[in-house]
């Protein structure tokens, strides 16, 4: 043990593996312009435009609100520009007091005051450089592996999935929690039919039966709108790559986590503890928005299994992506950064997760992955829809 | 104020197959799904006159909420603006690029269809992207031809209760809609809250042949709280004569589902679309818009990718604050300003969120993602 | 590779299991080895889908990494493909309580 990586250590202590100056719009209504200014500022600025936030029921902010004030907050974000229309029910400063609560530069930027479109470019331009000189004093030192949280996805599976890229994945998982790290999976849907398996696995029954009950939610919104789950899992993509069942695909999803007890399961985008072992989080299984829960909860690295070929990436952390499926790979070799393809000419499961292991600590140390390459940072933050927030009050 | 001359006003516009008028004549970039569109984003960068139409839908929904963004698909590429549409998908998703295209096809729509896993990733779906996309705008029709303004589908969402708005801006809107269907055009609304709170008011005026609409949009939203908070707060608050006054008039022709098409040829449709902006003018342009009037008392600025979008606001300290950014302040213009602008805007001329190129595109959802 | 690969086609990835992934496209009539027995595939099956080991009644639980994965629609015999055509879900069936009337 005792591995190490080169990263930016932040003042609240934790470390990033990157360091972008974000730029964060608080509503729909600031996000054109969020993401004029960053593709104007160049590649060290990341926009997370979103189709939130103008005038939202209470939990439904709230939970954006904890996602905006995530995602500058992850320690890949070495200062935050924060950027409102101005007429918000969620304010930039709000969000700005709670990134800059952890020590982040942090600057806001309001549509309204600034004079409009135009102006706002202009003065957006300009806070961002300073907020980037300010970035600049960061240096990389030595951090411990055990300082990693490592939040791992599945999407556009196949039968591969779970075979190879999951269990390869699972095996860095384990590597990294036994180093004393953290690592985090989440997509609850894809816990219905292996809920079991994991239950077993919790620390205790307060883990368990939050887990349990998380299941049961997802699983009931099916029963809510009054369809067949199928409608949505397996996807067409799934099925044509041999998975039939929801519960074929959640058993094979769960072992992307490693074999390690869960040790907690978080609200969507809440804090992951850093050297927290296991830990799950609440999320839809509809990538995009399941990455971005993770990353506002503080995961520095994704690492992103795929069995038909998912391209998908992040603004603020790096997405590495690992298939299973050697077709997939030979033709998509662009996207992907880690063939596990390999399980099936006789490579061990462990032998890859050592594979995954190392590109976690190269990407970590600075090493660009294929989507950070390419600039693939797709970016959508979970609303909370009426029927839920009925389904809670009726609960 | 009385209903303006219509008498004059004239524009040039493009004439598609099925009878609709054009105000602008672009190539749609759609993804299929969240997963693909920053691949459609590029690819409408690179080429003139194509328009990428990003959203966070494709995948991982149920039922109402597929059915929903699959028919939004369709009416948006057959908008009278659009000349041609790129589907582009990931390839495993729900709602597939080669069902949407084919579907599109077999409405005489030029569509072509490629996916990111189909073509072997990214930068090769990009490279294609691009050809498609030129192609189909180099095969667009040139036929202008002289249009009236009862050619024009004209969208309206008014994304807010201000006293502004509902004082200044909305009486002024609703002057141009009435000239609108005087002279035998549509007039298509956004604005579900407004509709869910005054639901017996708004039956009594509406059409016999579209009152079974009316239930379904009513039942849908029943006893669900409202998308947009505040709008739903206040539309309770005030009367339907308050809450109606951008509609021009209350005799209501069609009541649409989200992302239906509009069918009738003329007169008043309500759209079941929330008002905020963006998933309003989705729906809009799904309907059939040519051209919409967003009246905004906050200055919401973006504009859309498929329809030319007129900022009025009723609010001064909005419009001072935005002076580059909204068209028409509504105190300081009668119903003849707005009708030339809309007009000139019509034949080409760039409205202000056209000027600054900031888009937003939504589509409005049912339930959660899974 | 987790579980046992027969005759390098079909994965088995629990002992428990009455249902194998092939590990390549197969063609029809494929012969696989279980343990003494042998499991004729009667229809091509692409790489990542499911054979049956053994014979399934309608209703009868599908097994694979040594858990349910669904049940049975149809009655299959050993070698027949299993997929959503003769294979079902047991979970998130808002569409049968609807159908029973039992969501609000």
């Known amino acids: ?395 | 104020m009385s209903v303006p001359s219509v008498t004059g006003r004239t524009f040039e516009g493009v004439s598609r197959d099925d009878g609709s008028i054009g105000v602008r004549d672009n190539v749609l970039v759609l993804p299929s799904v969240i997963c693909s569109h920053i691949v459609a984003d590029r690819i409408a960068t690179r080429v003139d006159n194509a328009v990428s139409a990003p959203h966070d839908h494709g995948c991982a929904q149920l039922g109402a909420d597929n059915e929903q963004t699959r028919r939004t698909f369709l009416s948006l590429a057959q908008n009278p603006n659009i000349a041609g549409t790129v589907v582009v998908g990931l390839g495993c998703e729900e709602i597939q690029s080669a069902d949407v295209a084919g579907e599109l096809e077999s409405r005489n729509v030029p569509v072509r269809e490629l996916s990111i896993q189909g073509v072997g990733g990214t930068d090769e779906c990009v490279e294609r992207g691009v050809d498609a996309a030129s192609d189909l705008v180099s095969s667009r029709r040139t036929d202008r031809s002289d249009a009236t303004i009862g050619d024009l589908t004209l969208g309206i969402v008014s994304s807010d209760l201000d006293a502004s708005t509902v004082d200044v801006a909305d009486p002024l809107v609703g002057h141009v809609a009435r000239a609108v269907v005087a002279a035998g055009g549509r007039v298509v609304v956004a604005g579900n809250e407004r509709v869910v709170a005054h639901s017996e008011a708004v039956r009594e005026t509406t059409d016999e042949t579209a009152r079974d609409s009316l239930d379904d949009l009513v039942a849908r939203h029943d006893g669900h709280p409202p998308r947009a908070t505040r709008v739903g707060r206040f539309a309770r608050k005030r009367s339907f004569e308050e809450v109606t006054r951008s509609w021009g008039t209350r005799d209501v022709s069609e009541v649409l589902a989200y992302g239906e098409r509009a069918s009738v040829s003329e007169g008043l449709a309500l759209v079941d679309a929330p008002s905020r902006f963006g998933e309003a003018t989705t729906a809009l342009a799904a309907a059939g818009a040519n051209v919409v009037v967003h009246v905004t008392g906050d200055g919401i600025l973006a504009g859309h990718p498929l329809v030319p979008v007129v900022k009025v606001t009723g609010d001064p300290g909005t419009a001072a604050a935005l002076p580059d950014d909204i068209d028409v302040e509504a105190a300081n213009a009668d119903a003849d300003d707005l009708l030339e602008t809309l007009v000139a805007v019509a034949n080409g001329e760039r409205c202000r969120a056209e000027e600054h190129g900031l888009t937003e595109f939504a589509i409005t959802r049912v339930g959660p993602s899974m | ?104």
């Open chain 3, 1 to 104: 590779m987790k579980g046992r690969v027969l005759d390098d086609a079909l994965l088995l990835l629990s002992e428990s299991d009455n249902v194998g992934t092939t590990v390549d496209d197969l063609g029809s009539g494929t012969e696989v080895d279980f343990d003494g027995r042998t499991v004729v595939l009667s229809e091509n099956v692409p790489f990542g889908h499911k054979v049956a080991v053994e014979s399934f009644s309608a209703g009868d639980e599908v097994r694979k990494y040594g858990e349910v994965i669904g049940t049975a629609t149809q009655a299959i015999a050993a070698g027949e493909w299993v997929h959503t055509h003769n294979c079902e879900s047991t979970r998130g069936r808002g569409d049968r309580a609807a159908a029973g009337g039992e969501t609000a």
């Open chain 1, 1 to 395: 043990m005792g591995q190490s990586f080169s990263g930016y250590r932040r003042p609240d202590g934790r470390v990033g593996v990157r360091n972008h100056v974000a730029v964060v719009p608080t509503s729909v209504a600031a996000a054109a312009v969020s993401s004029a200014v960053a593709d104007d500022a160049g590649a060290w600025a990341r926009a997370t435009p979103h189709q939130l936030g103008t005038s939202q029921p209470d939990a439904a902010r709230r939970q954006t609100e904890r996602v905006l004030a995530g995602v500058g907050r992850n320690p890949n974000v070495g200062a935050a520009l924060v950027v409102e229309l101005g007429t918000e029910d969620i304010t930039a400063d709000a969000v700005a007091d709670r990134i800059a609560a952890g020590g982040t530069a942090t600057e806001t930027l309001t549509i309204r005051e600034a004079g409009g479109t135009a102006a706002a470019l202009s003065e957006g331009a300009d806070r961002l450089d300073r907020l980037n000189e300010e970035a600049q004093r960061a240096r990389r030192e030595e951090a411990d592996v055990s300082e990693l949280v490592f939040g791992v996805e599945c999407g556009g599976s196949d039968a591969t999935s779970g075979i190879a890229a999951n269990p390869a994945v699972g095996a860095a998982c384990d590597r990294l929690v036994e180093a004393g790290g953290t690592a985090c999976f989440s997509e609850t849907p894809e816990f219905i039919g292996a809920e079991h398996i994991l239950a077993d696995r919790c620390v205790d029954d307060e883990t368990r039966d939050k887990l349990l009950e998380r299941v049961d939610a997802r699983e009931g919104m099916a029963e809510l709108m009054g369809v067949d789950l199928r409608g949505a899992q397996p996807t067409p993509g799934n099925q044509e790559g041999g998975l039939t069942t929801i519960e074929e695909k959640s058993l094979g999803a769960i072992s992307k986590g490693g074999t390690t007890p869960v040790r907690g399961i978080a609200d969507y985008a809440e804090d992951l503890p850093v050297g927290g072992g296991l830990t799950l989080m609440d999320t839809p299984g509809y990538d995009v928005e399941s990455v971005v829960g993770k990353v506002s909860g503080g995961a520095q690295v994704i690492a992103f299994t795929t069995g038909r070929g998912s391209t998908t990436g992040n603004p603020i952390a790096p997405v590495i992506k690992v298939t299973g499926n050697p077709k997939t790979w030979e033709k998509m070799s662009n996207n992907i950064d880690v063939n596990a393809g390999t399980v099936f000419d006789g490579e061990s499961i462990d032998s890859v997760g050592e594979r995954v292991f190392e590109t976690l600590l190269e990407v970590a140390d600075g090493r660009q992955t294929e989507s950070e390459h390419r600039r693939l940072e797709e970016f959508a933050i979970n609303e909370i829809q009426p029927e839920e927030l009925e389904a809670e009050a009726g609960a």
